[in-house]
């Protein structure tokens, strides 16, 4: 038995259903689903500024 881990990252434009995927791939995989933790990011406010 391996206990290699393994990541998928998913990145896109904001609403075009990344979370949804995700969560379907997980589901499907039987896999631990992580998500940024958004309210956490240093750099959003950065961005949306513009």
């Known amino acids: ?21 995700c969560g379907l791939l997980a589901e499907a995989w039987k896999a631990r689903l992580v998500l940024e933790e958004v309210e956490e990011n240093p750099f959003l406010p950065m961005f949306y500024r513009d």
């Open 1 to 21: 038995m391996s206990f290699e881990k393994h990541y998928i990252v998913v990145e896109g434009p904001i609403g075009v259903g990344k979370t949804t995927l």
